[in-house]
């Protein structure tokens, strides 16, 4: 999800609402709404063509206001311009059938595209968006910087130029420069890291699904062995996520430094079940969604300007109360962003998870896709859109 220089919101549907979805095809497509909610998108099936077939956790904006996405369903890159049509051929760019299951992707403030496949453990590179010299700078677990990937899964650059990449199925995140993939380097996190953000200081803060529980590592294990005969390891994971609860047993936050070290211990509770996504406002406060068993709540963190914070409060202590922000119809979340407005946008995932992964009564069929999203308004302080990077 992410929102354009107009305050326009976008989003990615890994499904159709209402559909009979299961995690084996995800077949959703692009939606869009004005500041206020109204949808901007055609009724029911939203923005269609290009390729697209099942965004998964892959969405950026350009300077341009162009929407770049990966899917989960056609296995390709696909791009937009602001009107929602097409710019990326039929087929999307798929790299003549090469790629895998896609999630993270970024523009950099240079304007290059950098792109993750989780399945084939890929980075996928366009200079300066152009796809006629996009490559993919390497695969499997051979050369630097796909060695020390593990499932990556979302990806964010720093003020140095420098690439972080969150590995889905390990507890390190890996750095490179945009310069030199080659030379990478890992810092240690907590289990399962998914979503991340550079705040103005060049910390990145990195969402850990499964915190430092020792129960995770068993079922990382898992699926890793799924992972090599090519099967679905996503209702392994789901039903681990469905498990946790908030506190020192469930996910966390980790904050490095610009130098890789930790800033801090592990943030968890106050709102933190199974973080997913971070967005930094212009207070630089840190919001956090989960995907975790509905009603989800989000959370709110102390960034680095303390002034900012309530009294005595330190970067990373939790602002938000023991449960979290609740309300609005929260479901499992994936997406959560700031307006320009300061309003807090959180995308309501999946509904009903067995619905998803499981055959379940007919009734109930429809229930897998999470219905839309929750927005509090004038809850943050507002940022400069669209977040380049």
Aim: with cysteine; aromatic share 10%; hydrophobic share 40%.
């Amino acid at each position: 999800m992410m929102i354009d220089s107009k305050g326009n919101v976008w989003a990615g549907d890994n499904f159709l609402v209402g559909a009979q979805n299961l995690d084996e095809l995800w077949a959703g497509n692009l939606s869009e709404f004005a500041p206020n909610g109204r949808p901007l998108s055609p009724t029911t099936f939203g923005f269609t063509g290009g390729g697209l077939q099942g965004i998964g956790f892959g969405l950026a904006i350009d300077a341009q206001d162009n929407v770049w996405a990966t899917t989960y369903g056609s296995h390709t890159i696909v791009k937009f311009d602001n009107s929602g049509k097409p710019l990326s051929p039929p087929e999307g760019w798929n790299f003549n059938g090469q790629l895998g299951l896609m999630q993270g992707i970024i523009v950099t403030p240079s304007g290059d595209v950098w792109a993750l496949g989780v399945s084939k453990n890929q980075l996928v590179y366009f200079p300066e968006g152009d796809p006629a010299k996009a490559r993919i700078i390497c695969e499997g677990r051979t050369v630097e910087p796909c060695k020390s990937f593990a499932a990556p899964f979302h990806l964010v650059i720093d003020q140095q130029d420098r690439i972080w990449v969150s590995n889905f199925v390990s507890d390190w995140v890996t750095r490179f420069p945009a310069s030199d993939p080659s030379k990478a380097e890992t810092f240690k996190v907590a289990i399962s890291p998914g979503g991340m953000a550079a705040d103005a200081q060049g910390n990145v803060w990195v969402t850990s699904h499964f915190g430092t529980r020792k129960l995770a590592v068993l079922t990382l294990a898992r699926v890793a062995l799924v992972a090599k005969t090519g099967g679905n390891f996503d209702p392994i994971l789901v039903r681990a996520m469905m498990a946790v609860r908030s506190g020192p047993d469930g996910g966390a936050v980790v904050v490095l430094r610009p130098d890789g070290k930790p800033a801090r211990p592990p943030v968890y509770g106050h709102g933190i079940v199974v973080p997913w996504a971070i967005a930094i406002d212009g207070n630089e406060h840190i919001w956090i969604s989960n995907f975790s068993r509905s009603p989800a709540p989000i959370a709110e963190l102390c960034g680095y300007r303390t002034e900012t914070c309530p009294p005595g409060m330190k970067m990373g202590d939790p602002i938000s109360p023991p449960g979290g922000y609740v309300g609005g119809g929260l479901q499992s979340q994936v997406d959560i962003a700031i307006d320009p407005a300061g309003d807090v946008w959180v995308g309501n995932n999946w509904e009903m998870y067995q619905a998803a992964l499981e055959h379940v009564d007919e009734a109930q069929s429809t229930l897998g896709a999470g219905q839309g999203l929750v927005v509090f308004y004038g809850m943050a302080k507002p940022v400069r859109t669209p977040m380049i990077g």
